[in-house]
């Protein structure tokens, strides 16, 4: 169980790096710590999408949230690329997920996969690091759906 763990972070690790800035996510990627890396080309985008969607079926919890907030940056940087099958398995994780941090978080991810364009701008969306990320999002969708501003 240990091995397989860290089989799977290790495959999440490897694509981490090919989820950098690109021109369509560059707004977004200035300000991340991820955006900081070097550009990277659509195959490699690809692997490492490849990757967390491998990720998204791990045994580990841990595993699963944060290739759920990889996959959703590599939306955000790069709404082009086909995510169909990472979309899936979203949509799979919100329904079914093993914990309610996993659903409510496959949920979030599922809205910035149908409309990444409504969260280009969101404050904090390139910190894929703990929580952050996924509070951005959340806040955005409020304020979005809700018209809900804070003076």
Do not use: W
């Not at 790069?78 to 994780?93: F, T, V």
């Not at 910190?127 to 979005?144: L, W």
């Amino acid at each position: 169980m240990k091995a397989q763990a860290l089989i799977t972070a290790g495959l999440l690790l490897t694509a981490l790096p090919a989820v950098g800035q690109n021109q369509i996510g560059a707004k977004i990627a200035e300000t991340s710590s991820a955006g900081m890396m070097m550009s990277y080309n659509k195959p490699y985008l690809e692997k490492a999408a490849g990757s967390y969607q491998r990720c998204l079926k791990s045994r580990c919890d841990g595993v699963v949230e944060s290739a759920i907030a990889y996959a959703t940056y590599l939306r955000l940087v790069a709404p082009g690329l086909d995510l169909n099958a990472i979309q899936s398995e979203l949509r799979d994780l919100a329904v079914s997920g093993t914990t309610p941090a996993i659903r409510y978080k496959a949920y979030l991810a599922t809205v910035v996969f149908e409309n990444p364009q409504s969260f280009e701008n969101t404050q904090g969306a390139g910190d894929t690091e703990g929580n952050e990320f996924f509070i951005a999002i959340s806040e955005k969708m409020r304020t979005t759906l809700l018209g809900y501003h804070e003076n």
